[in-house]
């Protein structure tokens, strides 16, 4: 995940929640081939690891410890919260994550996460996508929802090797959609041969193409992808955290796959 800044020009050209469709119409072109419940009390670690800390600002406060990463009552809970034991850990903050790699990828399909989220200064919480074997940016990265701070917009983008060379109004990088974080929404992408659609609450918010006459750079999402959830504190693009607003935290009730159904 990287910062984006989208011009104002970009950013009326989003036609939010356009493309409607019936949810039931649409589900009955995806056939279920893996998903999470959370309904055990436990992170199931046959799908599932920690991403372990690292230098991007998206993992630098990522941390095992159990209270920022639990599941409890059919729900997983990502949280960021103040560090009280800087002799243990230097770290100012510690935040939970989740990451499928090497455990469950797929390619050409959709993923669809019911979450809901709390609001705090410094608050990042992410439900995105990066593509397996491959380093980054060669592999691609979907971010299927970005949300900052107490706005009242989410993101939805997507990273290459074309888009990280400027290459970000044509096509559009992504778009935004206003929404209240506070509830319970469906964040959505659809990985098409020629396409990505990003949906929130079955209804199409932005599309990705892929350029008929465009560079390869420009078009890595035929890789299989796996799945990270995210909830982190400070970064370049989000700002500083305020200890008094922690600790915050992303709800998430379920993670389901699909796989196109033949016909």
């Not at 910062?3 to 409607?20: D, I």
């Not at 103040?82 to 770290?91: C, G, I, L, M, Q």
Request: negative net charge; proline residues 8%; hydrophobic residues 35%.
């Amino acid at each position: 995940m990287k910062p984006l800044l989208f011009t104002w020009a970009s950013l009326f050209c989003f036609v939010l929640f356009a493309n409607a469709a019936s949810p039931d119409a649409s589900r009955k072109k995806w056939k279920l081939i893996w998903s999470d419940e959370f309904n055990k009390n436990i992170v199931d670690t046959s799908k599932w690891k920690h991403p372990g800390r690292s230098h991007p600002d998206w993992c630098q406060y990522q941390s095992e410890d159990p209270r920022c990463t639990y599941v409890q009552d059919g729900n997983l809970y990502l949280r960021g919260i103040v560090n009280d034991d800087k002799s243990a850990d230097p770290a100012p903050y510690l935040t939970g994550g989740l990451i499928s790699e090497g455990k469950f990828a797929f390619r050409h399909g959709k993923i669809e996460i019911r979450a809901k989220l709390e609001c705090a200064q410094g608050a990042w919480p992410a439900l995105w996508l990066l593509g397996e074997g491959l380093p980054w940016p060669d592999g691609g990265e979907i971010d299927i929802m970005e949300h900052l701070n107490h706005d009242s917009i989410f993101y939805q983008t997507v990273h290459s090797p074309y888009t990280l060379n400027g290459n970000t109004k044509n096509p559009p990088q992504g778009g935004t959609a206003s929404l209240d974080p506070l509830q319970y929404n469906i964040f959505s992408v659809e990985i098409y041969p020629d396409r990505i659609d990003f949906l929130i609450n079955d209804r199409v918010t932005f599309t990705y193409p892929k350029l008929a006459s465009g560079p390869k750079e420009q078009w890595p999402f035929d890789n299989k992808f796996y799945i990270l959830l995210s909830q982190q504190l400070e970064g370049n693009w989000v700002g500083k955290a305020d200890p008094e607003q922690l600790p915050v935290q992303m709800i998430i009730d379920y993670v389901r796959v699909y796989e196109p159904r033949k016909r």
